[in-house]
């Protein structure tokens, strides 16, 4: 059972930066897909950032594209998001996950949420204007 504790959430101006972590219990991390996925109140949790297993690419939902970037060290077994140029639509909690099958894309979470194997328990982020 893996288990992802997110940490780096917090209340920042807009146009500030935060840089979220994620790690895992378990070596076996290095073998999985990652993404940052975020929920704001009244909305369904949506995919923000994949990374490939294999740290090959990264994949990035529009509306961060240019201002997020996701990252992972295997050895630490840690992901990475860092959030730079901070909207108040940014708002949101926002949640690690694992994929559910060793060695893809992310592809699969980007399409399906049920494709997540292991969730974090989740970390908020509130931008002010």
């Known amino acids: 059972q893996v288990q992802l504790v997110e940490s780096g959430g917090g209340l920042v101006q807009a146009g500030g930066s935060l840089r979220l972590s994620c790690v895992a219990s378990?070596?076996?991390?290095?073998?999985?897909?990652m993404g940052w996925f975020r929920q704001a109140p009244g909305k369904e949790r949506e995919f923000v950032a994949t990374?490939?297993?294999?740290?090959?690419?990264?994949y990035y939902a529009d509306f961060v594209k240019g201002r997020f970037t996701i990252s992972r060290d295997n050895f630490e077994n840690t992901l990475y998001l860092q959030m730079n140029s901070l909207k108040p639509e940014d708002s949101a909690v926002y949640y690690c996950?694992?994929?559910?099958?060793?060695?893809?894309?992310?592809?699969?979470?980007?399409?399906?949420?049920?494709?997540?194997?292991?969730w974090g328990q989740g970390t908020q982020v509130a931008v002010s204007s």
């Open positions: 990374i490939y297993w294999d740290d090959r690419d990264t």
């Open positions: 378990e070596g076996t991390f290095r073998n999985y897909a």
């Open positions: 996950a694992a994929d559910r099958i060793r060695y893809r894309t992310g592809q699969a979470m980007r399409s399906n949420t049920a494709e997540v194997g292991y």
